[in-house]
C-alpha cells in the first residue's frame, strides 16, 4: 500500500513539472507602482494656496460630530445656482502647520518658504443638490474631515512605478542635477523610513516632474544639524573616550553618505512630494535630495 502511494505522489509531482514547463517560463512582472493611498494621500505643498471658495460647512449628525469619514454625509456651500450635479467628485484637503518643532537651524524658514502645506483628508461624491448647498458622500477617507476644509473638483493622479531597490547605488556619484532640502514631511515627522512622504524644496522650476527619482543624501557635521552641534561637531574625526584620527576632519573632507532614494508623487513650482521607496539607514529631515 504505501508503495502504491509514493509511486501516485511521484506520478502527480511528475505532472506538475511537466505542466509547469510546458507553460514556459515566468515573465517578469510589471513594475510595481505607488499605491493608491500614497498617491491620494501623502499631502501637497503648493504656493500659491490653493482656491478655497469651495467648504465642508457642515455634516449630518453635527450636533455632536465634530469629524466626518467614510459614509458620513458632509454639506458643501455650493449648490445648483452654482453649477453643482448629482455624481460631481471632490478632492478634500486642508492647509497645515506645525510650529512645535525645529530639527535643524532654519527649518521653520525653510517650511514657510516651501508655501502652504495641504494634508488630504479624503474624496467625496455629490449625491443631493439643493439650491445653495449640496450634500455629499464620504467616499474616500485619508484622515478625518471637518468643518473648513477645503473641497476641489477630483483630478486623477499619476501612479508611478517604483524602481527595482536591489539596483539601488549606495555609493552613487553626484549627479550634478539640482538639490534641495528635505525640508520637511507629512505629519511633520522628523525620522522617515520607506513608506514616508518627504516635502523637497524643489519643484517644477528646476525641471521636477512626476514620476522622478530623487536620491537622498547627507554630509558629516553639517553646520545646520542641531544635534551635531550639541556635541561639539567632531564626530567626524574623535568622540571623546572613543578615539580620534591623527588629522582634524570636517564633513567636506570625507565622502557623502547616500541614504536612500524616492519617488515624486506630486510636484508644484517649488515643492515636491517624494515617497520613499528605499533607504539603508534613517532619513531626517534636513538631509539633502538631488534629481537622479
Not at 514547463?21 to 507602482?33: I, S, Y
Not at 525653510?110 to 467616499?139: C, F, M
Not at 532640502?181 to 520607506?194: E, I, K, N
Request: include cysteine; charged fraction near 25%.
Amino acid at each position: 500500500m504505501r508503495a502504491k502511494l509514493a509511486a501516485l505522489c511521484v506520478s502527480i509531482l511528475s505532472s506538475a513539472v511537466v505542466s509547469s514547463a510546458q507553460t514556459g517560463p515566468e515573465t517578469t512582472p510589471p513594475p510595481r507602482q505607488a499605491d493608491y493611498s500614497h498617491v491620494y494621500c501623502s499631502g501637497f505643498v503648493s504656493d500659491p494656496k490653493v482656491p478655497d471658495e469651495i467648504r465642508v460647512v457642515s455634516g449630518e449628525q453635527s450636533n455632536y460630530k465634530i469629524a466626518f469619514a467614510r459614509g458620513d454625509n458632509v454639506y458643501l456651500n455650493r449648490g445648483a445656482d452654482k453649477g453643482v450635479k448629482i455624481g460631481d467628485l471632490f478632492t478634500v484637503v486642508r492647509p497645515d502647520s506645525d510650529f512645535a518643532n525645529e530639527w535643524f537651524y532654519g527649518q521653520p524658514k525653510l517650511t514657510k518658504e516651501l508655501g502652504t502645506i495641504y494634508k488630504d483628508t479624503g474624496r467625496i461624491r455629490v449625491v443631493n443638490v439643493q439650491p445653495k448647498i449640496s450634500i455629499a458622500e464620504v467616499v474616500f477617507s485619508c484622515d478625518y474631515m471637518q468643518r473648513g476644509d477645503v473641497a476641489r473638483p477630483f483630478e486623477e493622479r499619476p501612479e508611478p512605478p517604483y524602481k527595482d531597490a536591489g539596483k539601488f547605488d549606495h555609493f552613487a556619484p553626484v549627479s550634478g542635477k539640482p538639490v534641495g532640502t528635505v525640508v520637511t514631511s507629512f505629519d511633520y515627522h522628523q525620522l522617515l523610513g520607506r513608506g514616508d512622504a518627504a516635502y523637497v524644496n524643489i519643484g517644477a522650476a528646476k525641471g521636477v516632474k512626476i514620476g522622478d527619482y530623487m536620491r537622498v543624501f547627507r554630509y558629516q557635521g553639517n553646520k545646520k544639524d542641531i544635534n551635531d552641534n550639541a556635541v561639539g561637531g567632531e564626530n567626524q574625526y574623535k568622540v571623546y573616550g572613543f578615539g580620534s584620527a591623527p588629522t582634524k576632519y570636517v564633513g567636506k573632507d570625507l565622502p557623502r553618505e547616500v541614504l536612500g532614494e524616492g519617488v515624486v508623487l506630486n510636484v508644484t513650482k517649488n515643492a515636491a512630494t517624494v515617497l520613499i521607496t528605499y533607504s539603508s539607514v534613517d532619513i531626517y529631515a534636513g538631509d539633502y535630495a538631488e534629481i537622479e
